[in-house]
């Protein structure tokens, strides 16, 4: 019983959220990632890209909730997601026109690339913040529940309850559906592949007869579909302001780099690394070894390798160790 | 630009032209301590934030007064930590130094540092909660030095060229963006550090009232000579006024302005003489056989490593003396602000905007980045007024309580970023080498 108690509480406490915060992370890498192998440069204005996709998300759902449009239990943000998506993509679209291009065109080299996002990053902040303004912002609703903490104690009789959002569940199964068919679409279809093949080496994919405009529009075309989902599952999750979303560009860097760069199945894995080993590092274990340890064992302090405030930190740790140590990543990206 | 400055003294006042003038000199500091990095070596560091925040934590260290009481109930265990991250460190070294690569070594030195932080944890645990307990509304630390707050400025670039080198000798082996990724990310971890070690520097609780190295405000307007000063510098204005006691009334106000003035122009003064100590220094080094060898290494690596020079050395002594300038700007930004508060270090405002002046004035020519350094946080100051101006002018047909006015009004503060990022994208795609493009003669 006590053992069943101590699974259950690292089931709550660590398990679902790290899942969920790292399926978040990783749609966000994974948009590093295509970004870097395909367009390579490091775009220093993805969190605020996926602040924008958020933000567009929030207003069309206040306009579907204004004239009465709702999903039942399911939040109304999803119904406003593929709109948001299509008009994320003309956004993405037009920025590559008028501000990427013409580096890419002069074959500029990375770094200066990398000071232009840094522009675009500014301004799309700065249009972020003036439209919708820098507070936190809440647009869930539907049922917010699956498992309530309480019914689960009562329906199993143990001591701790498992409550799991219907949020967190909506994250985890749209990112695995849409990595899926990422992955799906990167392998399989003849698009993916030559996408995959101009990331590879592009002198050589442009001799093969790959078009690079091609190419370069259906990467902004899914770095769109990326931002918009990645933004608005961490929305509806938490919650929304501008601030955080500039912020979590630095864990989906690490995670992006810890999975190798430009390997977006790294990416993907890399999330859930980062997302995990923030929660596993910062959390308390005293109540688990309550529950495992005999009551003469029990421990006196709170048994926390860091302090919750260290969550960064630790994940910005472990990236410097993997570039120190397998500067390609764990999951063999490009080389440095 | 000093015309522009010279405008808001005249228009707005000269308070806040002043200040904007001290903080368009601290900026010029960082941006110079940026191009020696970038200009002169290409290399590219997004760490600023870090060693300014470090700077600004010397400033912290070397004035305020020790906490005697704190040092007693936990100083011990303090200094018994720093004992034993020492001999960790040593440990670490001899380890790398007798053994050969291997799995085997990996996995001991992580082993070993795995066991130090939580040994480390133990030992420090009772001494920070026994520190943090010492009267915590207002110590709560263990205190400084109780020195002169202008040493800090020397003791800050030691201590971001600390940093420096240890991050130099971790990172600087990889390539340009990663780089910058890298030291972002651990001047993040810095700033998680200062934020939270509440027993080095109180973390968010932010310390206040520190020592000044300029005569207080209070005390001023209380001193016979400055009275006079004022006076003499008014005295067509005084003699216009007839009565006695509205003469005196006057003469107070403008003693009053008067003393905040004359504190800003103390800074200014002192301020003036660190960037023109460091634009002497930088541009000799520029045209040394030293800077020489460092445009060779920026703009050929392999070719001048087939030369015979030292790249790697040479990176990392240009990154410890870029970061220890950036680590005097964050003491001088400290010193003048009199508090230090952990939280304002932001990576929009201490990196990113930094390296738009960079980028702006222009890398490779320390005068570029004194420019860079005045117009941008000219334009980041004045930015909300001017915004608010088009505003005004765009709206104009609109009625006062128009929602959409009143939404644009309300977020005018916003447009300040606008403004930064377009001009960053402007220059970089129509004066890519910046407003004052390096400039090297060869005499």
Not at chain 1, 131 to 146: T, V
Not at chain 1, 240 to 263: C, D, Q, R, S
Not at chain 2, 359 to 381: D, E, K, Y
Request: contains cysteine; charged residues 15%.
């Amino acid at each position: 019983m006590d053992l069943l108690n101590a699974i259950i509480l690292l089931l709550n406490y660590i398990f679902v959220p790290a899942l969920t915060y790292g399926s978040q992370l990783a749609l966000g890498a994974i948009f590093v990632t295509l970004i870097y192998g395909i367009l390579r440069f490091a775009n220093f204005a993805t969190g605020d890209m996926m602040a924008f996709g958020t933000m567009v998300t929030i207003l069309i759902t206040w306009y579907f909730q204004s004239i009465g449009i709702s999903l039942g239990v399911l939040p109304t943000a999803l119904l406003a997601i593929p709109f948001a998506i299509i008009f994320m993509i003309g956004y993405m679209l037009f920025v590559d026109k008028f501000v990427f291009r013409y580096y890419r065109v002069n074959k500029s080299p990375p770094v200066q690339l990398a000071m232009v996002s840094i522009g675009v990053m500014f301004v799309t902040q700065a249009v972020v913040r003036i439209i919708i303004g820098p507070s936190d912002r809440r647009f869930f609703d539907g049922e917010k529940f699956i498992i309530k903490a309480g019914e689960f104690k009562e329906m199993t009789g143990l001591n701790e309850g498992l409550a799991i959002k219907s949020s967190q569940v909506i994250t985890i199964f749209v990112t695995l559906i849409l990595v899926s068919i990422l992955f799906w679409f990167l392998n399989k279809t003849k698009t993916g592949k030559s996408m995959r093949a101009y990331s590879d080496n592009e002198d050589l994919a442009l001799l093969s007869g790959i078009d690079p405009k091609r190419v370069v529009m259906i990467t902004w075309i899914i770095a769109g579909i990326l931002a918009t989902i990645g933004g608005a599952m961490y929305g509806l999750d938490k919650s929304f302001k501008p601030f955080t979303y500039f912020n979590n560009m630095l864990p989906i860097f690490a995670a992006a780099i810890v999975g190798g760069i430009g390997n977006p199945f790294g990416a993907f894995l890399g999330g859930y690394v980062i997302a995990f080993s923030e929660i596993f590092i910062t959390y308390a274990y005293k109540k688990f070894f309550m529950y495992i340890l005999p009551e003469s064992m029990e421990p006196e302090s709170l048994v926390q390798l860091l302090s919750t405030d260290y969550k960064f930190a630790v994940s910005f740790s472990i990236l410097v160790i993997v570039l120190l140590y397998r500067p390609n990543g764990i999951f063999k990206g490009k080389v440095l | 630009m000093m015309g522009l400055i010279i405008l808001v003294g005249i228009f707005q006042s000269w308070n806040v032209a002043l200040s904007i003038f001290n903080m368009c000199l601290i900026s010029a500091v960082m941006t110079m301590g940026a191009n020696v990095q970038w200009g002169y070596a290409g290399l590219i560091n997004f760490g600023l934030m870090g060693y300014a925040a470090l700077g600004g934590l010397a400033a912290v260290l070397i004035s305020v007064d020790p906490v005697q009481e704190a040092w007693r109930a936990g100083g011990f265990d303090i200094l018994m930590c720093l004992w034993l991250i020492i001999v960790m460190m040593l440990a670490i070294r001899f380890i790398l130094k007798n053994f050969a690569k291997s799995n085997f070594r990996t996995y001991g030195i992580a082993a070993i540092i795995i066991a130090g932080i939580i040994i480390i944890r133990v030992t420090a645990e009772p001494g920070i909660e026994a520190i943090e307990a010492v009267n915590p509304a207002t110590t709560g630390f263990l205190g400084g030095f109780g020195l002169p707050i202008i040493f800090s400025w020397i003791v800050g670039a030691f201590f971001a060229a600390g940093l420096a080198f240890v991050v130099g000798k971790v990172a600087l082996g990889l390539r340009a963006d990663y780089l910058a990724i890298a030291t972002l990310l651990i001047s993040e971890i810095v700033i998680a550090i200062i934020k939270h070690e509440d027993w080095l520097a109180r973390g968010v609780k932010n310390v206040i009232g520190l020592d000044r190295p300029v005569p207080y405000e209070v005390n001023l307007q209380a001193t016979e000579w400055f009275i006079n000063l004022v006076a003499k510098f008014n005295s067509s204005k005084l003699e216009l006024i007839s009565n006695v006691a509205d003469k005196q009334a006057a003469l107070n106000q403008l003693v009053i302005e008067g003393s905040s003035v004359f504190v800003k122009l103390c800074y200014s003064g002192l301020f003036l003489v660190v960037v023109i100590a460091l634009l002497i220094v930088t541009q000799k080094a520029l045209y040394s056989p030293w800077g020489r060898m460092m445009r060779a290494i920026r703009d050929n690596e392999e070719a001048a490593n087939a030369m015979g020079k030292n790249v790697v050395k040479q990176h990392l002594l240009i990154f410890i003396l870029g970061s220890a300038i950036v680590g005097i700007a964050g003491a001088m930004l400290v010193t003048q602000d009199g508090l230090f508060t952990p939280g304002s270090y932001r990576p929009m405002r201490y990196t990113f905007l930094i390296w738009v002046m960079v980028i702006v004035g222009g890398s490779g020519n320390n005068f570029g980045a004194i420019l860079g350094g005045f117009a941008v946080w000219f334009l980041w100051i004045e930015a909300a007024p001017i915004a608010l101006f088009l505003i005004n002018l765009f709206t104009a047909g609109m009625a006062d309580t128009h929602a959409l006015k009143v939404h644009l009004i309300e977020s005018v503060p916003y447009f300040r970023y606008l403004m930064m990022g377009l001009g960053l994208l402007l220059i970089m795609r129509y004066r890519p080498k910046g407003i004052l493009p390096e400039k090297i003669e060869i005499k």
